[in-house]
């Protein structure tokens, strides 16, 4: 018998101990039921329930295709950077299932279940004696919302409570129980980093539990008690540091998610740190207390806590039972005590940083996943600490009392928590609109694009500025075997390049016109419509939720470029803009399209954006046609912003189907959109920028 009472000689787990059998056969039947219970809520209508495909989730599907494709690697530079683990797991699945969302969903509902299974011995090497303790921690997983939402969804951050369980039971084992398991704590430590961004905290809260234990005096500070945890930090560098090569060569990734995000970005503290810290701080204490929700319908019915109201009481009392002993451990009557508490507090206290250090979306109970294994503790610590309190007063009245206060009345706690959870995820959660946070708009349109005639081809404009990467991975991830079918097209000085390419061999294109996407703005200086008009013919339009649908007939061969302004103007407009150069064909046809091109480069600081009225004049002096638009730089920048280079803005101008035959002047008026006053440029404020025949 060891004299360390939180070192129990074997902890059997799932082997009935000699003379004991009938309970632990009824805690074997237990367990079974409670996974069985989690596999089932999981599992239920999981291949339409979420519907559609978000796209992180199919982007982590399109690195899975890189892996089946022999494209190994270790990072993807894919939604902000995707660490490896996932999208290799998940191969796998996709090998088997094919390229349907269920391939990326179902292995989370796997490792949503082996996490309700792993907290078990995790709870019971912490808390040896209360058996109960662990199936209740069991069962708050298993049905609560918070846990059910995300092993539900393809998101790569499902198995960051798995490995971190899994981590701290062998860290448990070997560093406190100086048993064997202290390179297989390292191997779940290293998955978990590479599992996840949030995951490189876990690291932080074992070496902040070591560090307080070593101050603490926990039990002498002895090379015996302190071997277990240096080969466990030997062990993880080394299994870590193919990434830390990686991010040594390419230093931009480790931090290109974080820092978009970071509480130290002006764009989120908007210049007030301390007060937009205790914000997020509040909001994400308060999700955990039962009063603040996630209002992101992706991963929650919006507003609905990560701890339901029901279990917040019991996780306050655990915590504060966890304080209090965890100070305790700092005196000397407490040296011999269980760090037990003291785990739980850093490792709770650490895991919260992910979301405390990104404010966008606070609570954010996705980048909170890493606190929820010792959440659950804290839930069944209080929850045990409760009954026992009731089975103490009851202790003088009938027998059956206090075991209805230790498990019946828990029984129904959980039995409450679990038909909330259903009403709210099963019932009121598919009540919400899914089109943006599923992407259902582009699960239909990957389906129209799959049915499409063979000579007709998409094309999808970009936005420049939101990268190269920032494509709609969940066409990417569902049409990965019609790559040819779409095009996507980076509206900038290659798009004529670029959209010959996507007609080649086609009679039509079809334009997405994104309508509430981050592309939405791909097309605001008319490029695409302006070459589209030289060589094809508007046939139709169709509107959906999020993206409307120009149909344009090609001429046979057509081939789209811009034209490049080679006419000199000259004009210098209140030595603020200058009208370098333009484009302007000789002729044009009534009914037809007029291209005009022009270059302009700004001469000194503008406080105001500037718009420019391109006009076409009949031989009479009449004005046929006029477009108004604001000037914008390539990146969209209004000339307020403008870097100190030339610009060159594209405009059709309608030809009216009766105009006459004859010479038509083409003018320009640039203007401040505050006042309407125009630039003028010697002494004239509309500017003649040619003719063009009309026949």
Not at 562 to 569: A, D
Request: proline share 8%; hydrophobic share 50%.
């Amino acid at each position: 018998m060891t004299n360390d009472p939180f070192k129990p000689a074997g902890v059997q787990l799932f082997t009935p101990a000699r003379g004991a059998g009938p309970t632990h056969r009824y805690l074997q039947i237990a367990i079974l039921l409670i996974l069985l219970l989690a596999a089932f809520v999981r599992f239920y209508h999981l291949p339409t329930l979420p519907p559609g495909l978000n796209f992180d989730e199919a982007g982590n599907g399109v690195a899975a295709l890189d892996v089946l494709h022999g494209d190994f690697k270790i990072w993807w530079r894919i939604g902000g950077g995707k660490e490896p683990l996932w999208p290799y797991l998940i191969a796998a699945s996709t090998a088997l299932l094919g390229r349907v969302p269920l391939a990326l969903r179902w292995p989370a509902a796997l490792t949503g279940v082996l996490t309700v299974a792993a907290v078990y011995p995790l709870a019971r090497v912490l808390f040896p004696r209360r058996r109960e303790l662990a199936l209740w921690a069991m069962l708050g997983l298993a049905l609560s919302e918070w846990p059910l939402h995300f092993s539900r969804l393809g998101f790569r951050a499902v198995l960051l409570p798995l490995l971190s369980a899994l981590a701290i039971y062998f860290l448990w084992r070997s560093f406190i129980q100086h048993r064997k398991g202290a390179w297989l704590a390292a191997v779940f430590l290293a998955a978990a980093v590479y599992a996840y961004l949030a995951g490189r905290m876990l690291p932080l809260a074992v070496a902040g539990f070591a560090a307080l234990l070593w101050l603490a005096d926990w039990r002498q500070r002895t090379v015996r008690r302190w071997t277990p945890l240096l080969r466990l930090a030997l062990a993880f560098f080394v299994l870590l540091l193919p990434l830390i090569i990686y991010f040594a060569r390419y230093p931009a990734d480790f931090s290109a998610r974080a820092g978009t995000v970071s509480i130290f970005n002006p764009v989120w503290n908007q210049g007030d740190l301390t007060g937009t810290a205790g914000r997020v701080l509040a909001l994400s204490l308060g999700t955990f207390a039962g009063l603040t929700g996630d209002a992101n319908p992706l991963v929650n019915l919006p507003g609905q806590p990560a701890v339901s109201l029901l279990l917040a009481p019991f996780l306050l009392v655990g915590l504060g039972l966890s304080l209090w002993r965890a100070v305790r451990l700092f005196t000397p009557a407490g040296r011999t005590k269980n760090p037990t508490y003291l785990l739980l507090i850093v490792w709770g206290s650490v895991m919260l940083l992910p979301a405390l250090l990104a404010p966008e979306g606070a609570p954010h109970h996705l980048r909170l996943l890493g606190a929820m294994i010792p959440a659950y503790l804290l839930v069944a610590l209080g929850l045990v600490t409760v009954a026992d309190g009731l089975a103490r007063w009851l202790a003088g009245r009938p027998a059956r009392l206090p075991v209805v206060a230790r498990f019946v009345l828990p029984a129904v706690l959980f039995a409450a928590v679990g038909w909330q959870t259903g009403q709210n995820y099963f019932v009121r959660w598919p009540q919400t609109d899914f089109t943006l946070p599923f992407d259902l708009y582009a699960t239909r349109l990957a389906a129209d694009i799959a049915r499409a005639d063979a000579r007709a081809g998409y094309v999808l404009p970009m936005d420049i500025r939101a990268g190269a990467e920032a494509r709609h991975y969940t066409l990417d991830y569902l049409l990965a075997d019609t790559p040819a079918a779409y095009t996507y097209l980076p509206v900038g000085d290659d798009a004529g390049a670029i959209l010959s390419r996507a007609a080649a061999g086609k009679d039509q294109l079809k334009v997405v016109r994104w309508t509430a996407d981050k592309h939405r703005e791909a097309d605001a200086k008319e490029i695409v419509t302006f070459l589209l008009a030289q060589a094809g013919r508007l046939t139709g339009q169709e509107s959906f939720p999020v993206y409307n649908i120009e149909t344009y007939a090609l001429r046979p061969g057509a081939t789209f470029v811009l034209p490049q302004p080679n006419r000199p103007i000259g004009a210098n407009f209140d030595n603020l803009l200058q009208l370098d150069a333009v484009y302007l064909p000789p002729a044009a046809a009534p009914g037809g399209w007029l291209p005009l091109a022009m270059t302009l480069s700004p001469l000194a600081k503008m406080d105001t954006d500037t718009k420019a009225s391109v006009r076409l004049v009949s031989p009479a002096g009449e004005r046929l046609a006029q477009i108004d638009r604001t000037l914008l730089h390539n990146f969209h920048q209004g000339t307020s912003l403008w870097p100190p280079e030339p610009v060159t803005e594209y405009y059709l101008l309608p030809v009216p189907p009766d105009a006459a035959p004859g010479d038509y002047a083409v003018t320009v008026v640039f203007y401040r959109p505050d006042t309407l006053a125009p630039l003028v440029a010697a002494g004239q404020a509309e500017v003649a920028l040619g003719t063009v025949r009309v026949d």
